[in-house]
C-alpha cells in the first residue's frame, strides 16, 4: 500500500474515476477547471494505492479561523466502490492526520451531508470525530 499527493494532470485524470463516485455532477473537464483553480487556492489530493491501482482519495485544503486556527480541511474522502469497507479511506484519512499534525494542524475538520449516515457513523464511531455544528449554505 502507497499513499502519495497527486501533482501531475495524468494522476489528476486517474482520480476523476474515483472522484466522480462522489461528485457525480462532475465531467471531467469540469473537474479538471475546477481542480487546477482550487489547487492555487492550496488544494491537494492524495491517493491511497493497492498493488499499484489507486483505490482511495482524498482532497484537502490548509485553513486558518478563529475556532479551528491552524487546520486541514477535508473537502472529498472517496474509496472506489469496488474496495469500500476494506479500510482504504481510514488508512488514508489516518495518513492525512499524520500529515496535519507533523505540519503544525490543530485540527482536521470535514463536512458530511445529511443523507450520508454510513459516512457519520464511521467518521464518529471508526476515527472519533465529533459533530459540533451545522454547516448552511444559500444558492445565490
Known sequence: MTIK????????????AIMVQLRIELTLENYLQL????MKDGYS????????EMVAVAGVSWRINFYNKR????????????????GYGEKLLAYIHQWGKENGA????????????????????RLG???WCY?????L
Open 106 to 125: 490543530h485540527y482536521i475538520a470535514l463536512e458530511s451531508g445529511i443523507q450520508r449516515t454510513n459516512a457519520h457513523r464511521f467518521y464518529e464511531a
Open 5 to 16: 499527493q497527486l501533482t501531475t494532470q495524468e494522476e489528476w485524470v486517474e482520480a476523476y
Open 129 to 131: 470525530y465529533e459533530k
Open 35 to 38: 481542480l487546477e483553480e482550487m
Open 45 to 52: 489530493l492524495f491517493a491511497l494505492y493497492k498493488n499499484k
Open 71 to 86: 487546520h486541514i480541511f477535508v473537502y472529498d474522502l472517496i474509496t472506489d466502490e469496488a474496495y469500500r469497507s476494506c
Open 135 to 139: 454547516s448552511f449554505r444559500k444558492e
